[in-house]
């Protein structure tokens, strides 16, 4: 699996990013939010339980993101067409302000190295990514713990000081 100080993998994805007819959909490519931080989270598939409650979270949340120049990224092994469906679907997932990558191939994700391996599908995975393309953050769950949203945005401020941060360190407090 990648880790921190690696390169974020290249890629060129179809993404869902809008139920308006005729701008469902658009390609993205690691190239398309250059010079901004990248949240990029992955889960499992569509249609499934625990995955709506994050990616609703983390939509709820992107204004905190974007005022860090931060981008979000979701992305599984669904098809663009599935997650405009799930979108249409579920409630909590109509209005995301964020792309929704489509890793039919699963190139993203096994460059990355986080396909379960019985599975096949993505691990619940999130990396922060800085405005240069290292990954700077990574945190991995299995396919049935969700992720903490608030710890992420934690994270993302505390490497965004530059300075050390201590155990337990919020927003506010003093740096070392």
């Known amino acids: 699996m990648l880790t921190v100080g690696d390169k974020f993998p290249e890629f060129n994805l179809q993404a869902c990013v809008s139920r308006e007819a005729g701008k469902e959909f658009t390609e993205i490519s690691n190239t398309t939010y250059a010079g901004k931080w990248q949240v990029v989270f992955f889960w499992p598939m ?7 409650t994050e990616i609703a979270e ?3 949340r992107n204004a905190d993101f974007a005022a860090k120049n931060a981008q979000l990224l979701g992305a599984s092994i669904d098809s663009h067409f599935v997650h405009l469906a799930w979108r249409n679907d579920h409630a909590d997932l109509k209005d995301l302000p964020f792309p929704m990558l489509a890793d039919v191939k699963r190139e993203l994700s096994s460059s990355l190295g986080i396909l379960h391996k019985d599975a096949g599908v993505d691990l619940r995975a999130t990396f922060i990514v800085d405005p240069e393309g290292i990954i700077q953050w ?3 769950n299995g396919l049935n ?3 903490n949203i608030p710890e992420t945005l934690r ?7 530059g300075e050390l941060t201590p155990c337990n360190w919020e927003p506010g407090q003093a740096t070392l």
């Open 138 to 140: 990574v945190n991995v």
């Open 145 to 147: 713990v969700g992720r």
């Open 155 to 161: 994270v993302l401020d505390a490497l965004q000081t």
């Open 58 to 60: 983390f939509g709820k």
């Open 46 to 52: 569509d249609f499934t339980f625990v995955c709506p």
